[in-house]
């Protein structure tokens, strides 16, 4: 079993919608948890960080942490072409430092 | 752009080569990171160093290894290769120890044939 699972998709939405991207995880001990998006040929870049569990809102985005379920998900409100990705959840927890274990990615679309 | 360099943006060798991947970090930034990112595995931390030593350790094979130099840039060196180390190799650099927001680069694509 994978530390952490994520539907790869693909996930296809029309402009306007909103979006749900969800992961599980295994590790009960994970504290941090961190969504990236990543374009085609870039790296990833960091959109939320959280720690424990609870709610995070920047701008369109939502994170959620529920840790009793072990599943965390990202909210997309208003969707825009732009926000077409690949979204990777990762998570980690203090006892071994800063590895992070990457769910594999959901790709996005966002249909004009 | 995040500020994280890395060269070659694209390698094509043969099974059995070395080939060394470079990574100069963010200017400030202390540790860097190494991942594999493959369409099967998704992304895979392989190891990290702190200022020069080696801090955490993940799924890297014994034909990989790494360094970081003084100047902080950082050097993976995969030998002995073989068809399924073809992957997106990515470095990512942070502030800190621990915890930090990690910055990716933009990667370089080994293919081996």
């Known amino acids: 079993q994978k530390e952490v699972e994520q539907d790869p998709g693909p996930l296809s939405v029309p402009e306007g919608a909103i979006v749900s991207l969800n992961c599980t995880y295994s590790?009960?001990?994970?504290?941090?948890f961190m969504w990236y998006r990543q374009y085609s040929r870039k790296g990833p870049e960091l959109l939320m960080y959280?720690?424990?569990?609870g709610n995070k809102e920047d701008g369109r985005f939502t994170a959620q942490v529920d840790k009793s379920s072990k599943y965390i998900s990202l909210f997309i409100r208003d969707s825009q072409p732009s926000d077409s990705a690949t979204y990777l959840c990762a998570m980690g927890e203090r006892n071994t430092g800063n590895q992070f274990y990457f769910g594999t990615g959901t790709s996005l679309t966002v249909i004009p | 752009d995040s500020g994280v360099t890395q060269t070659p943006k694209h390698l094509i060798t043969a099974t059995g080569q070395r080939v060394t991947l470079r990574c100069s970090p963010r200017s400030g930034d202390l540790s860097v990171y190494w991942y594999q990112q493959s369409l099967d595995q998704g992304l895979q931390f392989l190891i990290q160093?702190?200022?020069?030593?080696?801090?955490a350790k993940g799924n890297i094979l014994e034909r990989f290894s790494a360094q970081q130099f003084p100047d902080l840039h950082s050097e993976l060196n995969l030998s002995s290769l073989e068809l399924g180390d073809s992957a997106l190799y990515f470095c990512a650099s942070s502030v800190g120890l621990a915890w930090d927001e990690q910055f990716f680069g933009p990667g370089t694509r080994l293919t081996v044939l």
């Open positions: 160093y702190y200022n020069g030593e080696e801090r």
């Open positions: 959280t720690y424990s569990s």
């Open positions: 590790n009960s001990a994970f504290q941090y």
